[in-house]
């Protein structure tokens, strides 16, 4: 017989046979810290499945040697590794060793559709043993901590979760208090400055330092410190505040991160590229007491620099966390594109400096040339995507085998209208969304009341919804004595005889009151749709949209259809409450709607695609200027970024993709005549097929004004003698009009080269550099 130690491993290698060697080598490191670099369309959740379930069942027995068997044991190890049984479990029994209790796992991925798709896949290789690993994404993990342990941090467990929207609100009410005008400072960007302080764990206090004899930041630092004192007043937090509260609590309250660290003694997270420098200190902290901290990510495809990703933490691992060579692990074979697309991938992602380095191949065979398609403008690009789709749907092929991709989201105005025009079955990602709708925001926050009496800013945007006679007036009134009381509102309104300034609106008041307090009741008793029912019944919402009519129907067939998702959730949850679906739902996003199986064809941004695929991929706006973008031009590091985003978009397809550019192309209400993108030419030839129509589609006219700094630095220079208009000067905060942009407010203003480069925060289009002199944007 030969060694047991060898035959194990064999038996071993066989049972996780159908990955290949380098997946394997990723399902058998169990302790200590493991970075696999995981190219893309590498099977990456495959590994993460099968690697818990080698933790589970098998525990460290590929690594464990001088095990003792009986004799009839080793002859049964051997009939394993030699095929001549398949009892699995019989092989766990014999050879497992120091298995991992499924609870000590935690699983943490980005999106609900991710670890929807990691439960499912667990519980069916491991059955109900699977249903005790924790899979979640970062926030619902740290709801999970947060509604246990929050007491700690002077919240309680019925905290609410603001979206995007009720965080708006609660900003545009700390600028009205402290008399910040929106003109000029824009309610989104202050939310992202505060989202930024946030992400770098960043307190009122400490940016209000930071930001002295700044009169911006001085603005931001006012708001931020007014914004988080109304959350904790409403027992809310925002998505930011959720790890942030979470990595708060743990180096605050060291026995509650000992409770955690020993009930988590595994750690795993994917997309890890992702991660920003509060998630990275989340998961630091949990994995320092047993350092099992294993990531899954890919630096190639790192695209979220915007919300606060850093490449660093992937890039930096081995030195954050102790490890060797040894304890990083390539996934190179790809298992959805053929080798063509991947040629291309991976000739156009080397041009980045800042990565580790990987090929990607498969034995897919080549494949379709990639096709490379220059229109005259926008419309001839929609109109050739379009019927390219139509086409290949005669051949055979699904509508929902095809996805279009674009940069910015103005662009599919003109793909819309010729999937329209063809009568191509579609749908927008990134629209207005399910849960943004009006009477679905309503319904929502009427549910928030009912859970947390607290929620000062959902109830005003539902007590006179439907009207109920009580005026802004008695509404701040009843906000003001409940503030100084510190009792919460539905409480006052109860008890508004009592008071005065209330005494002459207490009938009104004690209804909606009364009527909460019945339906909170109410909530503990019966299911949730049955609550839903109540609640459009009750508040008299139902009978409102009725008298509306058609788009009143329409409403109420949304309600209906929210009344499905609540039923959904009861079935699937295994522990289903009021405060868990709302939960559920502030967490959920556009991208979890896609259903695979639909015949539709995606129209989505790029990041939006990122961990989808499609059979066919167009890349629409492949030009500088619009991808890469303008921005990129004088920034190598987002030009980097740039072009991790273009091998994202291309590694989204598996049998063709076709990048498309046009001549020429109106945008923002401009002409633009840009050139083909330099990723195109970053490309392979003998890859690529070319596809040029005949007609000259030369750029006539003026040049794009979308040009870079340095481009515009030289044409100032060229024509400083021929002015001799005196410089404007410009100052933090000001309100500026561009002939191009719109209207904007001053961030930043910096001299440079005998010119002054301001950052301007535009209204319409984001913030952007340009220098005084050659864009002369007027004050107003």
Partial sequence: MKDIDILKKQALERFFSRMNPMQQKAVFRVNGPLLILAGAGSGKTTVLINRIANMIHFG??????????????????????????????????????????????????????????LKERIEKILGEEGRGVVAATFHSACVRILRRECANIGFTSSFAIYDTDDSKRVIKAAMRSLDIDEKMFPVKTIMSEISHAKDSMITPEEFSKDAVGDYFKSSVAKVYKKYQKELLANNAMDFDDIICHTVTLFENCPDVLDHYQNLYKYIMVDEYQDTNRVQFRLVSLLSQKFGNICVVGDDDQSIYRFRGAT??????????????ADDVIKLEQNYRSTQNILTCANKLISNNVGRKGKNLWTDCGDGEKVIVHKSMNERDEASYIARTITENNDNGRRWGDHAVLYRMNAQSNALEQAMIKASIPYKIFGGLKFYERKEIKDILAYLGVIANHADTFRLQRIINEPKRGMGDATVRTVLQVSSDLGEDPIYVMEHSTEYVPLAKKSKALTEFAFMIDDLTELSEAVTLPDLLDAVVE??????????????????????????????????????????????????????????????????????????????????????????????????????????????????????????????????????????????????????????????????????????????????????KAKSSEPAETYSVGERVMHKKFGEGTIVGVTPMAGDTMLEIAFEKVGTKKIFANFARPKKI
């Fill in 60 to 117: 460290d027995a590929y690594n464990t040697t001088g095990q003792i068997f009986t004799e009839e044991e080793s002859a049964f190890i051997q009939d394993y590794a030699e095929g001549r049984t398949d009892d699995g479990k019989r092989l766990a029994a014999i050879i497992g060793t120091r298995q991992v209790r499924p609870w000590n796992i935690l699983a943490i991925t980005f999106t609900n559709k991710a670890a929807g798709e």
């Fill in 311 to 324: 490449i660093e933490n992937i890039l930096n691992f081995e030195e954050e966390f102790g490890c060797t």
């Fill in 538 to 719: 009750k508040t008299g919402y139902g009978a409102l949209m009725k008298q509306q009519g058609v788009e009143g129907e329409m409403r109420l067939e949304n309600i209906a259809e929210l009344k499905s998702t609540m039923a959904k959730y009861e079935e699937d949850a295994e522990d289903p409450s009021l405060d868990g679906f709302l939960e559920e739902v502030a967490l959920y996003t556009d991208i979890d709607t896609l259903d695979e199986t639909g015949d539709y064809v995606a129209l989505m941004t790029m990041h939006a695609a990122k961990g989808l695929e499609f059979p066919v991929v167009f890349v629409a706006g492949m030009e500088d200027n619009v991808f890469p973008s303008s921005r990129s031009r004088d920034s190598e590091s987002e030009l980097e970024e740039e072009r991790r985003l273009a091998y994202v978009a291309i590694t989204r397809a598996k049998e063709q993709l076709h990048l498309v550019y046009a001549g020429e192309r109106m945008i923002y209400g401009s002409t633009q005549y840009n050139r083909e993108s330099q990723f195109i030419k970053e490309l392979p030839a003998e890859n690529i097929d070319k596809q040029v129509p005949k007609l000259d589609t030369k750029p006539m006219g003026r040049p794009s004004d979308n040009i870079s700094l340095g481009r515009q630095m030289a044409m100032y220079n060229s024509a």
